[in-house]
């Protein structure tokens, strides 16, 4: 599949979200155009980028925007291409447990003056009847002359106003996490610092968080600085505490908001902060770039997805505190941690090279064995996961969901990483029964299995497939007479880059061909790169 990235750029960091493209076909009736959605197997995408389970409901985002199963997985509506949605990507997930409503973060790549590539945060979605009915909140934009904050003492007649940065353009405007509490919504966004709405994001207010200079500030303090993620009209200072990226709230009290220079906590609902970073305590966070945060309301436990920011002493890995911020520890140390997950007291960990779990508060980790879905013989060979979610099912059963850069995979768990798989693949229809087509394209055996695929017509006939170079030199055989039953949308079959002698081919052009029965015979090419 091809990808294209949406990429943040500031003086020190980058980050990136991953999204593809195909179109989904959907129908409209009514006088309000409502969606009448048409179930698939699959989600429209193989990069998960956020994963939400409530009960039998899994929202996922993806890089062709948001999927929903409603049965576990069993089918899924995707709303890629729709009325609502566009061809619009997704950079956040959230649930909202005080009204059950479902919030979309959504962004999409434009091009600048000069030829740049930049992300703009294009605003949310939010059902509160499952998906049936969306409305849309713009993304928040500022006015030029929105430069000044109201804060305690900081109230323009005691002290001049809080000074900041207005944000009059989407691009960098992207929102990555969403929280709530009762009433309030809370977003993280690289360009415009943590905001809250009381008003469902009809109004946004700026929340105001220590410089990098300082470890707190209240509604006391004597406010000098000025909020703002880079150097702007208030001087040259870049603020990375002001460059959000995760927030979780535990109650209507005690916020955490993660950024690029630390966590800020908040015990009084958002009006005081105090920072913890990598620099300001004893037993630090392991980076300050905070990515990722999740709550064990059992245990007390905050974990924290922290990579390097812009000091060389920092670290990739995961944090985590039971004692409020206090002290930290840290854990897997220099892996690139995307994303996190509870089941009970198991914590799973969303890396670059697998999701690792552990049971123990972080004493041992342990990855999966292979993931091989039995019934389909797809296995999901790829090291980059993305998304993680546990879900308990009625009678102690639990699904946990893997979201990666080449598929969704579900485990039905009936012991420690042990039970059946199950995982998607979504995949373009053929255009007709006489082409074929494989992905990714190019190819690398190191990462991904190759897909190719063909139909049968809709009906049993022996397939042969076999692989060669680009001189038509004998490579392998995938398929010899193997019966096959397939129409233009069904599933894939597979190569894992290897030769008849079960070595990885080399760099370069290959070609393939099916034999349906006594059908002519079909062709396609294979770029090979690792």
């Known amino acids: 599949m091809m990808k294209k990235l949406f990429v943040l750029f500031t003086l020190s960091l980058v980050i990136e979200i991953y999204p593809q493209f195909i179109p989904e076909s959907f129908s409209l009736s009514g006088e309000k155009k409502h969606l009448n959605k048409l179930f698939d197997s699959n989600p429209v995408s193989n990069t998960i980028t ?62 600048i003056p000069g030829g740049e590539t930049l992300p703009e945060g294009r605003g949310y979605k939010y059902s509160t009847d499952g998906g049936l009915n969306w409305s849309s909140v713009p993304q928040p934009i500022d006015d030029p002359g929105d430069s000044l904050i109201a804060y305690g003492i900081n109230d323009g007649i005691n002290l001049p106003f809080v000074r900041a940065l207005p944000i009059t353009t989407g691009i960098n405007n992207v929102t990555y996490d969403i929280a709530f509490t009762d009433g309030v919504i809370w977003i993280a966004s690289y360009a415009s610092g943590l905001r809250k709405s009381t008003d469902r994001g009809q109004t946004w207010q700026r929340v105001v968080l220590p410089s990098d200079s300082l470890d707190e500030v209240t509604p006391y303090d004597t406010i000098k600085y000025a909020l703002q993620p880079v150097a702007g009209d208030f001087g040259p200072d870049q603020n990375l505490n002001h460059e959000m990226f995760s927030v979780i709230s535990i109650n209507d009290s005690t916020i955490y908001a993660g950024s690029a220079g630390g966590i800020d906590k908040s015990t009084d609902g958002g009006i005081s902060w105090r920072k913890f970073n990598h620099t300001n305590q004893k037993k630090p966070i392991s980076g300050n770039w905070v990515v990722a945060l999740k709550y064990n309301q059992s245990e007390q436990k905050l974990w924290a997805g922290t990579r390097r920011a812009d000091d060389p002493m920092e670290f990739f890995g995961v944090s985590s505190t039971s004692d409020g911020g206090e002290n930290w520890e840290t854990f897997l140390d220099d892996e690139y941690v995307w994303n996190l997950g509870l089941k009970e007291n198991d914590i799973f960990v969303a890396t670059n090279n697998g999701i690792f779990r552990s049971s123990d508060e972080g004493a041992t980790w342990i990855l999966p064995n292979n993931i091989i879905d039995r019934n389909s013989g797809v296995i999901l060979t790829t090291k980059e996961f993305y998304s993680v979610s546990a879900v308990e099912e009625n009678g102690g059963v639990w699904d946990i969901w893997l979201g990666s850069g080449d598929g969704l995979a579900k485990l039905r768990e009936t012991s420690f990483w042990q039970g059946e798989w199950r995982i998607y693949l979504a995949s373009q229809s053929l255009v007709s029964e006489k082409e074929t087509y494989c992905y990714p394209n190019p190819y690398s055996p190191k990462l991904d299995q190759l897909k190719i695929k063909y139909s049968t017509g809709g009906k049993d006939a022996p397939v042969t497939i076999r692989i060669f170079d680009f001189g038509m030199n004998y490579v392998r055989t995938i398929l010899q007479n193997a019966m096959r039953n397939k129409t233009i949308a069904s599933p894939p079959d597979f190569w894992d880059g290897k030769n008849d002698a079960g070595n990885i081919v080399p760099n370069g052009v290959y070609l393939y061909r099916v034999d349906v029965g006594s059908d002519k015979p079909l062709f396609g090419k294979i770029i090979v790169m690792q």
């Open 50 to 111: 956020d994963i939400v389970t409530i009960g039998d409901t899994v929202w996922i985002g993806t890089s062709r925007g948001v999927s929903v199963s409603y049965d576990r997985g069993e089918n899924w509506t995707n709303f890629y291409n729709t009325e609502v949605f566009g061809d619009l990507g997704v950079s956040a997930v959230a649930y909202n447990k005080y009204d059950g409503s479902v919030w979309i973060a959504t962004a999409q790549d434009v091009e």
